[in-house]
């Protein structure tokens, strides 16, 4: 894994963007802190980047980032946010995620139904959160 550390401040977008996606393998926690920090200053597209890592992660840090995420933000990054509780299995979003099923936009609205079924006893084959990561 790559480490966030060295991400220049002068670096154009899509040198953060590849940053951001070289440095977000599950499991690896030593960019939590530069991850959480990039949602406050980061484009739109590169912030979506961020949220997958996120949930990719799987730290009990994320939940209340994520859940603060899911309420604040509007647009097509709640999907990913949606995708991202539902492959952690935060339970605490699911009020939020049945509004969501609703969104007028398709990719959110979807992204809500797939995380609620993730809580649900069984899922249909195929429909596992490792088969489903987004990048």
Same mark, same amino acid.
């Given at each position: 894994? +790559?480490?966030?550390?060295?991400?220049?401040?002068?670096?154009?977008?899509? +040198?953060?963007?590849?940053?951001?996606?070289?440095?977000?393998?599950?499991?690896?926690?030593?960019?939590?802190?530069?991850?959480?920090?990039?949602?406050?200053?980061?484009?739109?597209?590169?912030?979506?980047?961020?949220?997958?890592?996120?949930?990719?992660?799987?730290?009990?840090?994320?939940?209340?980032?994520?859940?603060?995420?899911?309420?604040? +933000?509007?647009?097509?990054?709640?999907?990913?946010?949606?995708?991202?509780?539902?492959?952690?299995?935060?339970? +605490?979003?699911?009020?939020?995620?049945?509004?969501?099923?609703?969104?007028?936009?398709?990719?959110?609205?979807?992204?809500?139904?797939?995380?609620?079924?993730?809580?649900?006893?069984?899922?249909?084959?195929?429909?596992?959160?490792?088969?489903?990561?987004?990048?």
């Amino acid at each position: 894994m +790559e480490s966030l550390e060295h991400l220049a401040a002068d670096a154009t977008e899509e +040198e953060r963007r590849h940053a951001i996606l070289e440095a977000s393998p599950a499991g690896d926690r030593r960019n939590l802190p530069t991850f959480i920090a990039l949602l406050e200053t980061e484009t739109p597209a590169n912030r979506r980047h961020v949220v997958r890592a996120l949930g990719n992660l799987g730290a009990a840090e994320v939940t209340p980032v994520l859940l603060r995420l899911l309420h604040q +933000e509007d647009g097509i990054i709640l999907g990913d946010v949606a995708r991202a509780v539902g492959r952690l299995g935060i339970v +605490e979003a699911r009020p939020r995620l049945e509004v969501l099923k609703g969104h007028p936009v398709a990719w959110v609205a979807d992204s809500a139904a797939w995380a609620l079924r993730q809580a649900s006893p069984v899922s249909p084959p195929g429909d596992s959160p490792g088969s489903q990561r987004i990048h």
